[in-house]
């Protein structure tokens, strides 16, 4: 039987922030998730510590985070997201498949994509981590 929690994040608008500091990059994942209706972005950020902050503040139902962010990584920020915020869910993404980062990725409860992955596989490990498919 679903979860209620999990079956009303399918049917309701998913708040999204998004934390990379491309400007390039944010614009391209924007693109890739605005296009599903369900998902509306709350913030972009550029940095880690902007990036932990904001989520402390708005409380979104998904932070999709670059590995290598400066002031806080992505895995530092995911490790207190986890604490702070727990029905927050967590994606990183990293530049390449990196093994490690991975690793570190599952380790903290969050979803991984290789950025040049991300047009064909983000949406996908999105519906998963949100429906706690995928960790």
Known sequence: MPDAANNALSTSTIRVLLADDSVRWRSYLRNIVTAEERFEIVAELSNGLDAAQKTLDLRPD???LDTSLPRFSG?????????LC???????????????EMSAARACG???VAKATAQTDLIEVISGVLDARVV
């Open 86 to 100: 727990p029905s927050t869910k967590v994606i990183l993404l990293a530049q390449n498949a990196d093994e490690k």
């Open 62 to 64: 998904l932070i999709l």
């Open 110 to 112: 969050s979803g991984y």
């Open 75 to 83: 895995i530092t920020v995911a490790r207190a997201i986890r604490r």
